[in-house]
């Protein structure tokens, strides 16, 4: 039994028709008309029919790209790491963007009207932002709230730099050192243990006691701010011995859970003085100068830079590039090959190469003809050469061309 309505007359005069939806809700519209009210009943029916059959798609619903941001948000940013750096981008640029949006009227255009307004940020930053907002529409899809994601170019960025900062030779380290000392000793141990460890700061500020053992001498490194490290892998890092008194005489000094916790004995959060503010301040102790970076003045030297002066100086004091790479948790080895020219040792090998060629054998060096001054038109007299090959060579024409003429 059919049980939609035939149009109603209204007490207003207008027709009413009432349907179920193929989800078997009930629905309804008014119409002036009769005629135009019996045609949508018609429709309508005839499409809930063919979506329950499977003849027809679903209509999508009237989403718009706020209401995306508060599913991700409630969703699948919850198992990111960089839930932070997602809702800072989503304020900052995505939001003011597309918020107001529809989700199905998001299409090539407007992505590439949203890219050409951001020209000034750095080709990383853009890169970032479009690879959230693909994969929030690629959410989107997955709920049915559009079709299809529109295509997405992203500026092209090198997954490795050659010129990453990091404190180049031990009397800078040495300087730094000594200006975090006067800091505080909180700070000189965090700052020691990341240039002598290469740990992330993260990793530094969920490390605890328990992971830190003076009779193998290892860090287990399995813990960052918000749980697993970066990799979600276990890793070992050998305490170096430069390290070891200090790290002994601070465990005594701090006995609690964590190797460095803040004044209330709590882990550090990722923006908290200590990576920031006072990181800075010992820069400037230190005497390293600001320089001009994307438009600011800031010291070119970041924390995560002790990682990368970690890296640089244990290469060059010898150390073995498939370890650095254990010790860092990089699991493509092409991160660590960026370490790998600074190697003492690197071109050991290849100094020899070219051994078989002897700069004796090259020729011998002549002295130019100089030009004598004389009437206009004059050519300058030639040198003779003592070479006999070279001599041939001028000759060997000549002697063609005589024995032409003959």
Request: net charge positive.
């Amino acid at each position: 039994m059919n049980r939609a309505h035939k149009p109603k007359k209204l007490p207003s005069g207008r027709w009413q028709i009432r349907w179920y939806d193929a989800d078997e809700a009930r629905q309804s519209r008014t119409f002036d008309l009769y005629n135009d009210a019996a045609a949508a009943l018609h429709k309508e029916m005839a499409d809930a029919a063919a979506i329950k059959a499977g003849l027809k798609a679903r209509p999508l619903p009237k989403k718009t790209f706020a209401d995306l941001r508060d599913s991700w948000l409630a969703t699948r940013a919850l198992h990111k790491r960089s839930v932070d750096a997602d809702k800072s981008r989503l304020r900052a640029h995505l939001i003011p963007a597309f918020g107001h949006l529809e989700l199905t009227k998001i299409d090539y255009e407007q992505v590439e009207e949203f890219k050409a307004a951001r020209l000034d940020l750095s080709p990383a930053t853009r890169r970032h932002l479009l690879i959230l907002l693909g994969s929030m529409l690629k959410h989107a899809k997955r709920m049915k709230w559009i079709a299809e994601v529109p295509p997405i170019d992203k500026p092209s960025v090198r997954a490795l730099s050659a010129d990453y900062s990091y404190l180049r030779t031990g009397a800078e380290v040495q300087r730094f050192l000594r200006a975090a000392h006067e800091e505080g000793r909180d700070a000189f141990l965090m700052y020691a243990t990341a240039v002598f460890s290469g740990m992330r700061q993260g990793e530094l500020a969920a490390l605890r006691w328990d992971r830190v053992s003076f009779e193998t001498g290892l860090i287990t490194v399995d813990r960052s701010f918000n749980g697993p490290t970066k990799a979600s892998d276990v890793r070992y890092v050998p305490i170096q011995n430069a390290l070891l008194p200090t790290l002994r005489e601070w465990k005594l000094q701090c006995p609690g859970s964590l190797v460095f916790p803040n004044q209330v004995g709590e882990m550090h959060k990722p923006k908290d003085r200590i990576f920031c503010e006072r990181f800075r301040r010992v820069l400037t102790a230190a005497g390293f100068e600001k320089e001009e970076m994307q438009r600011r003045q800031a010291h070119y030297i970041r924390f995560h830079d002790l990682r990368h002066t970690f890296a640089s100086h244990y290469m060059m004091q010898g150390g073995d590039l498939f370890k650095l790479q254990k010790m860092l948790g990089h699991k493509d080895p092409e991160l660590t090959m960026r370490y790998a020219h600074l190697s003492p040792h690197a071109f050991d090998k290849d100094r020899g190469l070219f051994a078989g060629l002897s700069m004796s054998e090259t020729g011998q060096v002549l002295p130019m003809a100089r030009k004598v001054a004389g009437k206009s038109g004059d050519a300058a007299p030639r040198a003779e050469s003592s070479d006999p090959v070279r001599a041939e060579r001028r000759q060997g024409p000549v002697r063609r061309v005589a024995r032409t003429a003959r």
